[in-house]
Nanobody, 119 residues
Framework: QVQLEESGGGLVQAGGSLRLSCVISGRTLSSYAMGWFRQAPGKEREFVAAVSWKGGNTNYADSVKGRFTISRDNTENTVYLQMNSLKPEDTAVYYC????????????WGQGTQVTVSS
């Protein structure tokens, strides 16, 4: 059974930084491509960032490019999302997700961690 657990959320002022972590258990991280998504109140869940299973390729939503960085440490079974220059509109529950490299649908999801950015 694959499980994902996020941590690192919290309350931060606009312009500040947070680093989210997502630990995978049940399988090794290197088996999966990983992504971060977020859902703000009253809005649909949206893509934030993704990293390939070997870590060589990343992509980002336009709204976070240049501010957020996704990375992974397969030896620690952990994927990170470094968030800098945070804005109030980044306020959301952030989820990490895992998918097989050969498919496009994310199969496994964490419970989410709340990020709140105050103005």
């Amino acid at each position: 059974q694959v499980q994902l657990e996020e941590s690192g959320g919290g309350l931060v002022q606009a312009g500040g930084s947070l680093r989210l972590s997502c630990v995978i258990s049940g399988r090794t991280l290197s088996s999966y491509a990983m992504g971060w998504f977020r859902q703000a109140p009253g809005k649909e869940r949206e893509f934030v960032a993704a990293v390939s299973w070997k870590g060589g390729n990343t992509n980002y939503a336009d709204s976070v490019k240049g501010r957020f960085t996704i990375s992974r440490d397969n030896t620690e079974n952990t994927v990170y999302l470094q968030m800098n220059s945070l804005k109030p509109e980044d306020t959301a529950v952030y989820y990490c997700a895992a998918r097989s490299p050969v498919v496009t649908v994310y199969r496994y999801w964490g419970q989410g961690t709340q990020v709140t950015v105050s103005s």
